[in-house]
């Protein structure tokens, strides 16, 4: 179900999301603050969080920095092998954490690839 779901937001983001011209009020965007919400909570509060956010999205509302806060089981499955961060989680109070995705950098042979 979750990733039918990312599908969709994904699909909004490059065909439909042109549209529109960037008039989201918060940063992260609200369709990657969805996709965020999918890859750290359950798909209910997932969608019940993207829900209220893009409702929020609105002149009555200020807008700015609205980052994903989840809760986190303190003892989670530690490996101990070399791993690629994909998320940082920043705590706050109450064993809940703000979601704050890390910068992709891209190797020297990679960029020249691209061009």
Do not use: H
Not at 60 to 66: K, P
């Amino acid at each position: 179900m979750k990733t039918i779901f990312k599908y969709f937001i994904r699909f909004y983001q490059r065909y439909l999301s042109v549209i529109s011209f960037g008039s989201c009020r918060y940063y992260p965007t609200c369709s990657q603050y969805a996709l965020w919400q999918l890859d750290n909570n359950t798909f209910f509060k997932a969608i019940y969080f993207t829900i209220s956010r893009v409702l929020k999205c609105n002149q009555l509302f200020s807008g700015g920095i609205d980052y994903p806060v989840i809760k986190l089981k303190k003892l989670q499955n530690v490996n101990f092998e070399k791993i690629k961060i994909v998320y940082w989680y920043v705590p706050t109070k109450n064993n809940k954490y703000f979601v704050v995705k890390n910068r992709q950098w891209k190797n020297k042979d990679e960029q020249y690839e691209s061009k």
